[in-house]
């Protein structure tokens, strides 16, 4: 199979969204934004090796390489709406590609993205999405704009994908369920678009947590020139990390908590005088959303043990792939 005769079979549809003036098939994609708003760009690649294991489900592969992608949109509160695929393969496996297109297409209909081209070429295997989204004019949420004595909220729980990883290198043994819920975390991150949304006018900051809470929590910090005081009580997490946490697998815990990677939530700030709306945008979101701390004058991050102690030193940033 030929490239143009791969893209026609696995990636070409018809775009069911009226913006797209011209999809896959022409030498470029010509789309009609909304009126008012303005355009969102990311981009995020994933590498076998790296990012996922040799002999990962392509299915899986294809959901995760999108939501990613939609991930960063989220955490700009911008609504995604168009998505270019570029893919290096090292073979032209029909299975694998049906499969990876499967997983692909089937997130991108759940959040009306429109997949309106691409490139692939022979090589290393590669998975490269860009992403393309709107807002309304002036209404990013960006990571620089928070302020001392804000809220400072994340969404769903952390750490179950660092848990999923861990579990299946068998760092950690997990009760059957467990482990089916933290791999799925780990595979199918559910992108906070919805949320993402609803927090426009009401967050002051945000970013997604992809390398880990406190490292992605440096980012905002840094962008905004504050610190920021957690309460470890109040992140919340699965109940298989919750009982790692309170037993002899204290410090596994932890890391997965604060410096586990993968976790696809969203982090942001709100003015105190917002929980009401904050609560709001977690219902019209369907994902709980939880206040872990504070926003503070200053640098660093603080976060809290039980009994109040600055936990020091905390975890490491996870890395992908480290071993135990
Ligand atoms: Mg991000």
Redesign the pocket.
């Known amino acids: 199979m030929n490239e143009f005769e791969l893209i026609d079979r696995h990636f070409r549809r018809e775009a069911r969204d009226a913006s797209v003036r011209v999809g896959v098939g022409d030498d470029a994609a010509v789309l009609a934004p909304s009126a008012g708003a303005e355009l969102v760009l990311a981009v995020d690649m994933m590498v076998e090796g790296r990012h996922f294991l040799p002999g990962a489900d392509p299915e899986a592969l294809g959901h995760k390489v999108l939501a990613v992608n939609l ?2 949109l989220a ?1 700009m509160g911008a609504r995604p709406r168009w998505a270019l695929l570029a893919l290096a393969l090292p073979d032209d496996d029909d299975a694998w590609l049906a499969a990876f297109s499967r997983g692909l297409h089937a997130l991108a209909g759940e959040h009306g993205v429109e997949l309106v081209g691409g490139d692939t070429t022979r090589g290393p295997r590669n998975l490269c999405v860009t992403i393309a989204g709107e807002v309304p004019e002036g209404q990013a949420i960006r990571r620089g704009g928070a302020n001392a004595g804000d809220d400072l909220w994340v969404s769903g729980t952390l750490g179950d994908a660092m848990l999923g990883l861990a579990a299946l290198e068998g760092r950690v043994t997990l009760d059957a369920q467990s482990l089916a819920d933290c791999v799925a975390r780990l595979a199918r991150p559910a992108p906070r678009v919805a949320l993402g949304s609803a927090l426009r006018g009401v967050a002051s900051a945000m ?2 947590v ?1 390398d880990g809470l406190t490292g992605d929590l440096g980012h905002l910090c840094a962008a905004s020139r504050v610190g920021a005081d957690i309460d470890l009580a109040a992140i919340p997490r699965c109940g298989a990390l919750d009982r790692m946490l309170r037993g002899e697998a204290r410090a596994a815990a932890l890391a997965a908590l604060v410096a586990g990677g993968d976790d696809y939530e969203l982090l942001f700030a709100a003015p105190v005088a917002n929980r009401e709306r904050v609560a709001a945008a977690g219902r019209a979101g369907g994902v709980a959303v939880t206040r872990i701390g504070r926003i503070v004058v200053g640098s660093g991050i603080a976060v809290r043990d039980e009994c109040g102690v600055p936990i020091d030193p905390l975890p490491r940033a996870f890395d992908h792939f480290a071993t135990a």
């Open positions: 991930s960063d955490a970013l997604d992809s």
